[in-house]
């Protein structure tokens, strides 16, 4: 059996790979942050190096 550990942002439109226990979780779904977690209510991304989610 295969433990996750880490698994891609649940934002449609992030790149971001995030650790299961870092990771914001919200409605059974894991998260980056929480901009993702909520949506982009701001309109801004997650503001991580490389990804243009938002």
Do not use: F, Q, R, W
């Not at 550990?5 to 790149?15: D, G, H, W």
């Not at 990771?23 to 779904?29: F, R, T, V, Y």
């Amino acid at each position: 059996m295969t433990t996750v550990t880490s698994m891609k942002c649940a934002c449609e439109s992030c790149l971001c790979v995030v650790s299961i226990a870092d990771a914001i979780e919200k409605n059974g779904h894991y998260y980056c942050c929480e901009d993702c977690a909520n949506g982009h209510p701001e309109g801004k991304g997650c503001g991580h190096t490389g990804c243009g989610c938002g």
